[in-house]
C-alpha cells in the first residue's frame, strides 16, 4: 500500500511562493497518476493539479493555471507542487494523493484517487 506524506508547507506572506512535496513509500509510485487538493475548514476538498503517471499530461484547477506547477521525480518516489504569486485564498491543508490508474490521463475527480497523504498547512498572509 502506498504511504505519502507531504512537507514543505508553511506561512509565507502574499505574493510569496512555496514548494510542496509529497514523498511515496510502499508502492510503486511510477505508475501511479498523482494529484494535489486543498480543504479549508468547513469546506469540501477542492482539486488544485493532478500529473499522469510518466508526467507527461498535466491538468490545473483554474484557481492554480498560471500559477502553480505541478512535477513528479519518479526516481525519488516524490511529488512537488511549486506555487508562485500565491494569495490569501490559497490558505488551505494541501493534500497529495495517488491514483492507481492504468491511463496516462490525469484526473481532477476525488474519488479516482486511492491514496491520501496527511496534508500540510498553507498559510498565505494578506
Known amino acids: 500500500q502506498e504511504q505519502l506524506a507531504e512537507s514543505g508547507g508553511g506561512l509565507v506572506q502574499a505574493g510569496g511562493s512555496l514548494r510542496l512535496s509529497c514523498a511515496a513509500s510502499?508502492?510503486?509510485?511510477?505508475?501511479?497518476?498523482m494529484g494535489w487538493f486543498r480543504q479549508t475548514p468547513g469546506k469540501e476538498r477542492e482539486f488544485v493539479a493532478a500529473?499522469?503517471?510518466?508526467?507527461?499530461?498535466?491538468v490545473y484547477a483554474d484557481s492554480a493555471k498560471g500559477r502553480f506547477t505541478i512535477s513528479r521525480d519518479d526516481p525519488k518516489n516524490t511529488l512537488y507542487l511549486q506555487m508562485n504569486s500565491l494569495k490569501p485564498e490559497d490558505t488551505a491543508v494541501y493534500y497529495c494523493a495517488a491514483d492507481r490508474t492504468t491511463i496516462p490521463i490525469p484526473t481532477h475527480y476525488f474519488d479516482s484517487y486511492d491514496y491520501w497523504g496527511q496534508g500540510t498547512q498553507v498559510t498565505v498572509s494578506s
Open positions: 500529473i499522469s503517471w510518466r508526467g507527461g499530461n498535466t
Open positions: 510502499g508502492g510503486t509510485f511510477s505508475s501511479y497518476g
